[in-house]
């Protein structure tokens, strides 16, 4: 619990239900670039891999 001047400001939270990603990224031509941006943002959203699709700019 998150309490200010006595008052709960915030009693409870919840992670959030994420169904997947779409990423755009500038050098998507190069497979390592996308393998590395496909890993990075599975780690930080705590999902499945197949649940994000990386594509190249442009």
Same mark, same amino acid.
């Given at each position: 619990m998150v309490v200010a001047d006595s008052k709960p400001l915030l009693t409870q939270m919840q992670r959030a239900q994420i169904a997947g990603a779409l990423v755009v990224v500038e050098g998507g031509q190069d497979s390592e670039v996308l /393998? $590395?941006? @496909?890993?990075?943002? @599975? /780690? !930080? !959203? $705590?999902?499945d891999g197949a649940k994000v699709s990386v594509s190249a700019m442009g």
């Open positions: /393998t $590395r941006v @496909r890993d990075a943002v @599975r /780690t !930080l !959203l $705590r999902i």
